[in-house]
């Protein structure tokens, strides 16, 4: 009994919906990562980067 919960358990997990997919969001929300990213490492500001490409991180979230 506690295996068929298990398999039901990892059967959910693994699930992959490809109806959910939006490859423009995802690319948008990737550059919106990136950019403040590469932009803190070419001016020497990897801290200031990572603070913008953080918040960029929350709003993809909202954004879908």
Excluded: E
Excluded at 38 to 57: E, I, K, R, S
């Amino acid at each position: 009994m506690r295996s068929k919960a298990w398999t039901s358990f990892w059967q959910t997990v693994a699930r992959f919906d490809t109806g959910k997919l939006n490859p423009w969001l995802a690319f948008r929300n990737t550059l919106g990562i990136a950019i403040p990213l590469a932009a803190g490492v070419a001016f020497g500001a990897v801290p200031a980067g990572l603070a913008a490409a953080t918040g960029a991180l929350n709003v993809s979230f909202s954004d879908g």
